[in-house]
Each structure stands twice: as C-alpha cells, then as structure tokens.
Nanobody
Framework: QVQLVESGGGYVQAGGSLRLSCAAS????????MGWYRQAPGKQRELVAT???????NYADSVKGRFTISRDNAKNTLYLQMNSLSPEDTAVYYC??????????WGKGTLVTVSS
C-alpha cells in the first residue's frame, strides 16, 4: 500500500504561481512512476504531468512550459511547480503513484482556484 497526501493548493490570481506537494508513505520502494492529474468542475480527470523513477517526465500540452514536475527522494515527496496560472487551470489536483505491478494509488486531492 502507498499513501499519498497532497498539499499546497489554494487561491491565486491569473498569472500567479503555486507549488503543490505530494508526500508519499508506505511501500514506496515499489513505486514505478508518480504524477499529477486534475479534474475541473464538470469535466473528466485529465493527466497533468508524470515522472518515472528514472526521471523521465511527461506533460500535458496545456501545461508544457508552465508546469514542472520534480521529486525529492530524501523526503519522499513529489512536487508540481505551476507558473503563469490561468482560470483554465482551476481544478482539484490529484497525486497518483503506480507500482511495478501496475496498481494505482491516489491522494484525496487539493483544490487550485485561479481567478481572472
């Protein structure tokens, strides 16, 4: 089992920045990749960014050049630095982890609200 706890969400004006954190615990030795998804009101959950244990990063086209995913292995924490935020980025952001047998774990989410 892997437990994930997100933090860092909040309210920000358009053009601003936020950094989300995801603290992982439990069987983290078996994690193969981690990432962030988001779900806006009335929309399906969508991928934002992922990162493998080997450091390969993948971003949604809508956030490329604005968001950066990173990881601090010593702290077992995943980050999402979000810059140049727009109202379209308003959503609940979820941290996820996938282990080597393809089991997915999810955090409870953190709300990001961007005002125009």
């Amino acid at each position: 089992q892997v437990q994930l706890v997100e933090s860092g969400g909040g309210y920000v004006q358009a053009g601003g920045s936020l950094r989300l954190s995801c603290a992982a615990s439990g069987s983290i030795f078996a994690i193969d990749s981690m990432g962030w998804y988001r779900q806006a009101p009335g929309k399906q959950r969508e991928l934002v960014a992922t990162m493998t244990t080997g450091g390969i990063r993948n971003y949604a086209d809508s956030v490329k050049g604005r968001f950066t995913i990173s990881r601090d292995n010593a702290k077992n924490t995943l980050y999402l630095q979000m810059n140049s935020l727009s109202p379209e980025d308003t959503a609940v952001y979820y941290c996820y982890a996938r282990n080597v047998v393809q089991t997915d774990y999810w955090g409870k989410g953190t709300l990001v609200t961007v005002s125009s």
